[in-house]
């Protein structure tokens, strides 16, 4: 069985300070890697995609991808009250289109 | 582009009742999904298209659910019989490559 697994938190972290998120997976074909953000009661907005070792910054925003070690993780610098939500992880296999996802991390930024 | 649309965005029904929930896909996307989201959970794969084919059905699609796409362009997903265990959110996604972007989804709740 193919998992995504994630830390449901929550994780709270001072307005300003980096928040860390990670996310660990099984399928050792996974070649592509996605973030989501999804406030309450609304549906999943991607935010970051990766696809090879190493890191990938969009912004306020770093995705960092080991797949020796079969993780992935999201930074977010300067966190922001609105960056609270919970942040999906999702890979996608070698050989299949579906997303897998893990349950999420809760993020609350305290003002 | 004004993005995926879902409809409707929110469904009540009977158990026993069949539903329809229609999804319109990003104009050139060519690849659409069907996801389904319950409580605390990350999106669970139901079913992929790609233009009309239905290339892969999840196992947690049971002969009560049915979808398709026909043309290759806005796709249906219905549900015959429904039992309070369909309660839940259900996402549709598309893309042309690999990134997914999600509608905002149909709530459906059956009483």
């Known amino acids: 069985q193919k998992e995504v697994e994630q830390n449901s938190g929550p994780l709270s972290v001072p307005e300003g300070a980096i928040a860390s998120l990670n996310c660990t997976y099984s399928d050792r074909v996974s070649q592509s890697f996605f973030w989501y953000r999804q406030y309450s009661g609304k549906s999943p907005e991607l935010i970051m995609s990766i696809y090879s070792n190493g890191d990938k910054e969009d912004g306020r925003f770093t995705a960092q991808l080991n797949k020796a070690s079969q993780y992935v993780s999201l930074l977010i610098r300067d966190s922001q009250p609105s960056d609270s939500a919970t942040y999906l992880c999702?890979?996608?296999?070698?050989?299949?289109?579906?997303?897998?996802f893990g349950t999420g991390t809760l993020l609350a930024v305290q003002p | 582009d004004t993005g995926v649309s879902q409809d409707p965005r929110h469904k009540i029904t009977k158990r026993g009742q069949n539903v329809t929930f229609r999804c319109d896909p990003i104009?050139?996307?060519?690849?659409l999904y069907w996801y389904r989201q319950t409580l605390g959970q990350g999106p669970e794969f139901l079913t992929y298209f790609q233009n009309e084919a239905q290339l892969e059905k999840s196992r947690l699609l049971s002969d009560r659910f049915s979808a398709e796409r026909p043309k290759g362009s806005f796709s249906t997903l219905e549900i015959q019989r429904t039992e309070q265990g369909d309660s839940a959110m259900y996402l549709c996604?598309?893309?042309?490559?690999?990134?997914?972007?999600f509608g905002p989804g149909t709530r459906l709740t059956v009483t």
């Open positions: 104009s050139e996307h060519n690849r």
């Open positions: 999702a890979e996608m296999g070698g050989a299949t289109n579906k997303l897998i």
């Open positions: 996604a598309s893309s042309w490559e690999y990134e997914q972007y």
